[in-house]
């Protein structure tokens, strides 16, 4: 059973930095693309980035330059680094897996069932 496990998440003051992290059980496909969505109740889920299984990273253009999503393979975890934070930021975030496109995922995946999620981990931001 494929499992997604969200940590990291917290109250921070704008401007502020968090670091989530996401345990990935090990019978997940290593060619997924790894991604972070977010979403506020009510919305539906926004993608935030990405990772393929090459390494190579796609953003949303609203965290462009302040985001950063990693992995270690080694710890079958998955990091995103969330630098200079703005209130309007304050949502859930979901570690999500996928055998789609890193691009694909990012832009259509939230509204996909068949996506694996996490649980998430809750992010407020304060003014």
């Known amino acids: 059973q494929v499992q997604l496990v969200e940590s990291g998440g917290g109250s921070v003051q704008a401007g502020g930095s968090l670091t989530l992290s996401c345990v990935v059980s090990r019978s997940i496909d290593s060619r997924y693309c790894m991604a972070w969505f977010r979403q506020v109740s009510g919305k539906e889920r926004e993608g935030v980035a990405a990772?393929?299984?090459?390494?190579?990273?796609t953003y949303a253009d609203s965290v462009k330059g302040r985001f950063s999503i990693s992995k270690d393979n080694a710890k079958n975890t998955l990091y995103l680094q969330m630098n200079n934070l703005k209130p309007d930021e304050t949502d859930v975030y979901y570690c999500?897996?996928?055998?789609?496109?890193?691009?694909?995922?990012?832009?259509?995946?939230?509204?996909?069932?068949?996506?694996?999620w996490g649980q998430g981990t809750e992010v407020t931001v304060s003014s």
């Open positions: 999500a897996g996928d055998p789609s496109t890193c691009v694909v995922l990012l832009q259509y995946g939230g509204a996909w069932t068949r996506v694996y």
């Open positions: 990772v393929d299984h090459d390494g190579s990273t």
